[in-house]
């Protein structure tokens, strides 16, 4: 079974990313860590049933060897949505449904949190990050069950990108999700929805 997991929100500074997605939702991240592997450092943000996640290059990390995930080498902005998280039973199983360019799976850990995620060797994702990372927790403990619930829900995300209709047929086979629009633009851009107690607030 897959399902969403939780939204990448990534920043060339952390604590400057956190402030302007605390800014721009009204709410306090909680939670978070290093990840050596990658070399990357993070905050959440509980949304009930997923989470947000605001990541950046760790500057204190050692070398990692490796382009790190969701692009971040490369990325150079203080926030911005750039990719998404399908949750899977079996990662082998749902990588085969995937579009090439998809990565080889990784063994992963962050404090308490197991888990194995598929990595591209460039960093990127298929079109252009707009298809969504695949990771398989493994153990009971998740990152939602540890986070303050903000009282935010995610009601839309909506992906543009130049080739949509390939990225709907390729999406068609990995996630349904009636959250998720996928719509024709010129170029890439993501954006999503969260509706709370004082009405719906939008983050891209």
């Not at 990390?61 to 926030?79: E, S, T």
Request: aromatic share 6%; with cysteine; net charge negative.
């Amino acid at each position: 079974m897959q399902s969403l997991d939780h939204l990448a929100f990534s920043a060339k500074v952390l604590s400057e990313g956190v402030a302007l997605a605390e800014r721009g939702l009204d709410r306090a991240f909680a939670g978070g860590g290093k990840h050596p592997t990658m070399g990357t450092h993070n905050r959440l943000l509980g949304l009930g049933d997923l989470y947000l996640e605001v990541i950046a290059i760790d500057p204190d990390a050692a070398p990692v060897g490796r382009a790190r995930w969701f692009d971040l080498d490369r990325f150079d902005h203080p926030l911005r949505l750039t990719n998404w998280v399908v949750r899977c039973d079996d990662l082998d199983e749902a990588l085969a449904l995937c579009p090439p360019g998809m990565g080889a799976p990784l063994q992963l850990e962050r404090g308490p949190f197991r888990w194995r995620m598929a990595v591209p060797e460039n960093g990127q994702l298929p079109f252009e990050g707009c298809f969504p990372a695949l990771i398989e927790w493994q153990g009971p403990a998740h990152p939602t069950q540890a986070l303050p619930d903000s009282g935010l829900r995610l009601t839309r995300l909506e992906i543009a990108h130049p080739h949509a209709d390939e990225l709907q047929q390729a999406l068609n086979r990995v996630l349904q999700d009636p959250r998720v629009s996928i719509t024709q633009g010129p170029q890439k851009h993501m954006a999503a929805r969260f509706d709370g107690p004082g009405g719906a607030l939008w983050l891209g």
